[in-house]
């Protein structure tokens, strides 16, 4: 992997090697073999339902589609409920996941996107995740591009409480349906909800085709859209990234939509 020269004049996002975060990520795939013990039917169901509330209706169409690019409108204690579910999925409170969004759609594939994808694949995919900017170098991030969202005491609440819902709902699993719950809730739906999330900036910057010409590498993957809601149209996301539909053609809404070749 090559590390690109910050050459954006802005902040950096990539200050520090975060060990937390290593040893986070390292024991969540570890809990995930803990499946070949710990499988129930009820419990891979509750997964699949959690995985949609939090992953799909959280990040996808909450921390995304909503909060980073405004692109529908609802009653502010929806929008909070759509924020509260994303947090769940444990990509950190919504100032810091759609301030690094917006600045990746503002420097896509170029010095200053935190998930630069021309810095390679596993760079884009997670080793960005690895690696966290200084406090200072933060609220200067923050300042930049979440001054909406930092207005509001909710968000600034959110950001440094959000991993205590997760926390809440693991204990809760546990005692709806012991060990199975806690495996398939919280370490197969975080691991699965965050490659697919992943995969959106890596394989969605790499590999597919393109409907509109770009100067970034974005990509529509159908494969990738399949596993995140239509996240994978990026090619056409990046186009039109106010659009809150990401497939162009076909069913209606802002799920997952077939999107034929132009
Ligand atoms: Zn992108
Ligand atoms: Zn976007």
Redesign the pocket.
Known sequence: MTRARWTSGEASDRDEFNLTRVFFFAALHLGVLAVFWQTTWMAIGMAVMLHVICGGLGVCVGY?RLL??RSFKCPKIVEYAFALAGSLSMQGGALEWVAL?RKH?QHSDKDGDPHNAAEGFWWSHMLWVLHTPTNENWRAIRRRYTPDLEKQLFYRVLEHTHYLGSILLAVGLYFLGGWPFVVWGVCVRLVATYHITWFVNSASHMWGYKNFESDDLATNCWWVALLSYGEGWHNN?HAF?TSARHGMWGWPGIFMSPHPRR
Do not use: A, K, Q
Request: a neutral charge.
């Open positions: 995304h980073t690019h969004h759609h996301h990234p």
